[in-house]
């Protein structure tokens, strides 16, 4: 008995006259995400991704959880694989069931029939193999509104599958068909989750992380980088730019009014982000930027971030609340690791009373104060460059 | 001269990754984790590789893995924290008859507060799984079954005990010692449903003294060991970190040849199997679907220990029953377990194989215990 793995795409099986390609980009991602798991043989039929493996220590349930990250892909069933003949499917779904089969009160098979050549339809095969397992089976009985156990028989076209486990896909569409953004990643609750939402509509990330050593330290940066591994899971391979950030916030704190510290770091940071973007041939930036959530967050804040680039910014929590936002995190795996607790760039030189209805003309005069140019492009030149 | 190491099950040599990485974390990288400067930052940084690693071994995160002193010890963790914890949820915890005495000492010293089952061996010689369906229930918080055993190389039903507490709708945490299969057989704790997963570094080429408890949630257990929150306040105490690092080297190594060494091991196992019918009335206390590495065999009529010791002066090394029962006087609880008898037991060997073995050490085996029948005065005369 070989056990198998059946992907349902969603909504790319919409996409008409590109669907082909959305298909062999998702095979792609999907073949990246299973290479630590082991080798097996991927195709694609009628919407449905099957994967079977090609190696002992290739573990089904590790590349489940694996799939379950992998955007464009709606539902997953671990299934046997059989001959396409009747006895052989009851044989199997004997074998393979026996345990869920064995402990359960109620069940239903559900049989789903894409090869009309089998010389059965789908009422008789749930018929004929609910009948097989109710004679094996003396626990069970049928209940096919709300079965504890649901037996799917599919009849495709080279195979027949059995299966009892469905699991919930993570949706969207595959990393890569949507462009490209740069995230800007902090190392708190809310970026990752950004980041999350942009990646899942099918765009690639980089990610941009301001670092101020020695007011912040080595740990907080150790910490963005886990951050970003742990979003690689869904979001693929990423590039970190870490930039080194401490010389403008110095001079920020040095020249500029300590009520707008805060709009003019952000503006600078956007400003810097705007350069690493476009040089990666990014082209938008992402925050985990909600309204009203924090003091440069505020309505005319946002406007006055804004004001400092030209690509779009998006921020797709901008909406939501923090516990919102909070449950996401927890999904993604990054909850833990955001709430480690270590000072990051935005808390460091924090005012006592920041502007929380800035006008843009002042910070624009404030930012004016420093040597703008040369601190952007001294911070662009010397970033590091991780790739995840 | 030649040395036939055929005892790998006690313990292994330690490679020479493990050698070098230890090395570099006591003359270099030799700072405490928990230091704020960076010579803590460097070591935590090499703490956070290592679980890394030994997380990819077993495909979780490395958020996943506590570093303990070794087995025992992540045993004694894994099923005191785990009683504390769930104690007011119910009143019974399982284990088998064959498992190791770490595991088998903290279920006997558990029976005055708890209804303690040890499931046993059926007619064959294997536990059932059968058994663990009857017996898990809604007052059952804690199921421990070992991977593979020790003695016998059997593979446990570990593979059914989570639909089983799933279906049984039991609040039971379940414990998998994983020491003697992990990086052997194809393993994980995810895919296993397990909870908690003991592993062991000197069975896989690491250093003595330093072992690892994967925990699925650091909050489904109660720390039973206090001091400096270290290991998420799980096993305080300053890390090992010679031993981590020594042992993340070799369970990186053993992970990547993972795939051949099984191969290998198979082949060589059913070389050994050949190879043993040379010699008269040998009965095999394996099962034959069990790990490749392990072959419990009984020369019949001759004494273990005297075997062991005659094996010994020509440079082979076996042990009798396990290493660790060996010193306590007595028969080996597992093969009493599985019902064999006091002839079969008393003439029982363990041989282990591990990876840096091959033919000629098996060769020198067979020639050991051909010198054995010969020349040993048998029980029988």
């Keep these: 008995m070989k056990e198998i793995i059946l992907c349902k795409l969603g909504e790319i099986v919409l996409k008409g006259l590109n669907r082909s390609a959305f298909e062999k980009l998702l095979i792609k991602n999907i073949k990246k995400s299973l290479s630590s798991v082991g080798t097996c043989d991927i195709s694609c039929k009628q919407s449905t991704i099957t994967i079977i493996p090609q190696d002992d220590f290739f573990d089904i349930d590790i590349a489940v959880s694996k799939l379950q990250k992998v955007f464009g892909i709606v539902a997953i069933s671990k299934a046997a694989l059989c001959e396409k003949d009747f006895s052989e499917i009851v044989k199997i779904a004997k074998e393979y069931l026996y345990l869920p089969l064995s402990m359960a009160k109620t069940f239903k098979v559900n049989a789903k029939r894409s090869d009309k050549e089998f010389p059965m339809n789908s009422p008789q095969i749930c018929a004929e193999l609910g009948g097989e397992l109710l004679e094996t089976f003396s626990n069970l009985s049928v209940d096919v509104k709300n079965p504890q156990v649901t037996v799917t028989v599919e009849i495709r076209d080279r195979f027949a599958f059995v299966s009892c486990e469905k699991f919930q896909g993570a949706g969207g569409m595959p990393i890569g068909s949507n462009g490209k953004c740069a995230l800007l990643l902090s190392g708190g609750i809310d970026s990752p989750v950004a980041g999350y939402m942009i990646a899942k509509r099918g765009v690639s990330l980089c990610c941009i992380h301001f670092y101020s050593y020695p007011y912040t330290s080595e740990r907080a940066k150790e910490k963005v980088l886990d951050l970003a591994k742990i979003m690689t899971d869904y979001c693929g391979e990423m590039k970190v730019f870490i930039v080194p950030f401490t010389k403008i916030q110095e001079e920020i704190k040095k020249n500029c009014k300590e009520e707008m510290f805060t709009l003019v770091m952000r503006r600078y940071m956007m400003k810097i982000a705007e350069k690493i973007a476009l040089s990666q041939n990014a082209s938008g930036l992402v925050t985990g930027e909600s309204i009203g959530q924090v003091a440069s967050q505020t309505l005319s804040a946002l406007a006055v971030t804004d004001d400092a680039v030209s690509i779009p910014v998006f921020r797709p929590v901008i909406g939501m609340d923090k516990e919102e936002i909070v449950q996401i995190s927890k999904k993604i795996n990054t909850f833990e690791t955001s709430i480690l607790p270590y000072e990051d760039c935005c808390t460091v030189f924090t005012p006592k009373h920041p502007k929380t209805k800035p006008v843009l003309k002042y910070v624009v005069y404030e930012e004016n104060k420093l040597d703008k140019e040369n601190l952007i492009n001294e911070a662009v030149e010397n970033v590091e460059v991780i790739i995840l | ?381």
């Design chain 2, 1 to 381: 001269m030649n040395m036939a190491y055929l005892d790998n099950s006690a313990t292994t040599k330690v490679c020479d990754e493990a050698i070098s990485a230890a090395v570099e974390m006591m003359n270099i990288n030799f700072g405490n984790p928990s230091s704020l400067h960076c010579l803590g930052v460097n070591a935590e940084k090499q703490l956070s590789l290592s679980k890394s690693i030994i997380g990819e071994t077993l495909s979780c995160e490395r958020s996943n893995i506590i570093f303990t002193s070794g087995g025992t010890e992540s045993n004694n963790i894994a099923i005191f924290g785990a009683v504390k914890k769930k104690r007011r949820e119910g009143n019974k915890i399982i284990t088998t008859s064959i498992e190791h005495p770490s595991v088998l000492n903290c279920f006997k010293e558990l029976e005055k507060d708890f209804q303690v089952v040890y499931i046993k061996p059926d007619k064959d010689g294997k536990i059932p799984v059968s058994e663990f369906q009857k017996e898990i229930d809604e007052n059952t918080i804690l199921v421990s079954c070992m991977l593979v055993n020790n003695e016998t190389g059997e593979i446990l039903p570990c593979k059914f005990i989570k639909d089983i507490i799933k279906a049984k709708s039991s609040p039971a945490l379940f414990h998998i010692d994983a020491v003697q299969g992990y990086l052997k057989i194809p393993f994980n704790p995810t895919s296993y449903g397990a909870d908690l997963v003991t592993i062991s570094a000197h069975k896989i080429h690491g250093m003595k003294g330093c072992g690892a408890l994967y925990i699925k949630d650091k909050n489904i257990i109660s720390t039973t060991v206090f001091g400096g929150e270290q290991e998420q306040n799980i096993r305080s105490g300053t890390q090992n970190m010679p031993g981590i690092a020594a042992f993340s080297a070799a369970a990186k190594k053993g992970y990547e040849s993972i795939r051949e060494n099984f191969e290998y091991i198979k082949e060589l196992r059913a070389y050994l199997i050949n190879r043993l019918s040379e010699i008269s009335d040998i009965k095999i206390n394996s099962p034959s679907d069990g790990a490749n590495h392990i072959l419990n065999i009984s020369v019949m009529n001759l004494q273990s220990e005297v075997m062991l010791h005659h094996l010994e002066s020509m440079n082979v090394f076996v042990s009798a029953g396990s290493a660790c029962s060996s010193k306590n006087k007595g028969k080996s609880h597992v093969l009493t377990s599985m019902g064999l008898d006091n002839e079969r037991i008393n003439s029982a060997l363990r041989i282990s194989l591990c990876a840096d073995n091959d033919k000629e050490d098996i060769d020198m085996l067979i020639d050991g215990l051909k010198s054995c029948r010969k020349n040993l005065v048998g029980r029988k005369g």
